[in-house]
Every structure is written in structure tokens, then in C-alpha cells.
């Protein structure tokens, strides 16, 4: 068996919003934030969905209703945690075997009435095989998930 090393990418984010409304605009609210361009269908996505429940679908869907999947609920615990898979491997396909998904999980921590820090470990990018190396590299990047946390941060806020 082949020795594979196991790369989290990790990356870090506060908001001065309590906790639920943290949590609620992450998982209910991620069309307004995740940027425009980070689509994998052929048409923009109009809407996110993450359907509230673990085996709950994480999916794009674009202005004619065609849905285009980038993974399911593993764990749901509500205003704390969300774990998602993803299914997205280096050549930005989805691929439905999830022995072959990575796992995003993100932890959301109240450090004041109105402060949370949203913390995201994206782990088992093994699973998606060869080039798994060079595509942590690419989401540890400046145009991935912290990218993807500063717009979440910043809608976050203003929403309030």
C-alpha cells in the first residue's frame, strides 16, 4: 500500500456576529457569499443549498433549476459544527464515491456575545488520488478557502 501523507489545509476566520447567525448564514445563506466564479456546473449557480440534516446534499443550483452536486452532510450540529464532503477532486469534476471525497469541516466558536471565530480544516485529500499533493497546495492558496472566508466574513458582517 502506497504511504500517503495526510494534508489539512486550515484556515481561520472571526466575525463580529454571535454564533447562530455565524452558523445560519454559512450553511442557509452561502450564495450571497461564495464567490461568483467558484462554480463547477455550466451555468452560474443562482442558489447553495445544504440541506440541514447528516446525508443532506451540498449543492449548486443555477437559474433553471439544473443542480450540479459538490457533496453531502456527514455532520450537522447546529450552531457548532457542519461537516461536509467534498467531491471535488484536482480536475474540479464531481466524482459520487465517497471513499474517494475529502472532508470540510467547519467549527464555530463564540469568544464574545458578539464574536465567533469560524475555524475550516479541510482533510483527506489523499482520497482524491494522484495530484492530491499539488491540489492542497492550490486550496491553501490566496484564491481558495481563505478567499472563500474573507467573502464569507464580509457579507457576514454586513448582513447585520
Same mark, same amino acid.
Given at each position: 500500500?502506497?504511504?500517503?501523507?495526510?494534508?489539512?489545509? =486550515?484556515?481561520?476566520?472571526? +466575525?463580529?456576529? /454571535? !454564533?447562530? =447567525?455565524?452558523?445560519?448564514?454559512? !450553511?442557509?445563506?452561502?450564495?450571497?457569499?461564495? /464567490?461568483?466564479?467558484? &462554480?463547477?456546473?455550466?451555468? /452560474?449557480?443562482? %442558489?447553495?443549498? #445544504?440541506? /440541514?440534516?447528516? *446525508? *443532506?446534499?451540498?449543492?449548486?443550483? @443555477?437559474?433553471?433549476?439544473?443542480?450540479?452536486?459538490?457533496?453531502? #452532510?456527514?455532520?450537522?450540529?447546529?450552531?457548532? +459544527? #457542519?461537516?461536509? %464532503?467534498? &467531491?471535488?477532486?484536482? @480536475?474540479?469534476?464531481?466524482?459520487? @464515491?465517497?471513499?474517494?471525497?475529502?472532508?470540510?469541516?467547519? =467549527?464555530?466558536?463564540?469568544?464574545?456575545?458578539?464574536?465567533?471565530? +469560524?475555524?475550516?480544516?479541510?482533510?483527506?485529500?489523499?482520497?482524491? *488520488?494522484?495530484? $492530491?499533493?499539488? $491540489?492542497?497546495?492550490?486550496? @491553501?492558496?490566496? *484564491?481558495?478557502?481563505?478567499?472563500?472566508?474573507?467573502? $464569507?466574513?464580509?457579507?457576514?458582517?454586513?448582513?447585520?
Amino acid at each position: 500500500m502506497e504511504n500517503t501523507e495526510q494534508i489539512v489545509v =486550515r484556515k481561520t476566520v472571526r +466575525v463580529q456576529i /454571535p !454564533v447562530e =447567525r455565524a452558523f445560519s448564514i454559512f !450553511v442557509e445563506k452561502m450564495e450571497t457569499w461564495w /464567490p461568483a466564479t467558484h &462554480h463547477i456546473a455550466p451555468h /452560474p449557480f443562482q %442558489s447553495i443549498v #445544504v440541506e /440541514p440534516r447528516v *446525508g *443532506g446534499k451540498w449543492f449548486e443550483r @443555477d437559474a433553471n433549476g439544473n443542480e450540479c452536486q459538490w457533496g453531502q #452532510v456527514l455532520a450537522w450540529a447546529p450552531p457548532r +459544527v #457542519v461537516t461536509l %464532503s467534498w &467531491h471535488l477532486g484536482p @480536475d474540479w469534476k464531481f466524482n459520487p @464515491d465517497l471513499a474517494s471525497a475529502s472532508e470540510v469541516e467547519i =467549527r464555530f466558536t463564540e469568544e464574545a456575545q458578539n464574536r465567533t471565530l +469560524v475555524e475550516l480544516a479541510h482533510s483527506e485529500l489523499q482520497r482524491h *488520488g494522484e495530484g $492530491y499533493q499539488q $491540489y492542497a497546495a492550490a486550496l @491553501d492558496g490566496p *484564491g481558495a478557502w481563505i478567499a472563500i472566508l474573507t467573502s $464569507y466574513a464580509t457579507t457576514a458582517e454586513a448582513a447585520e
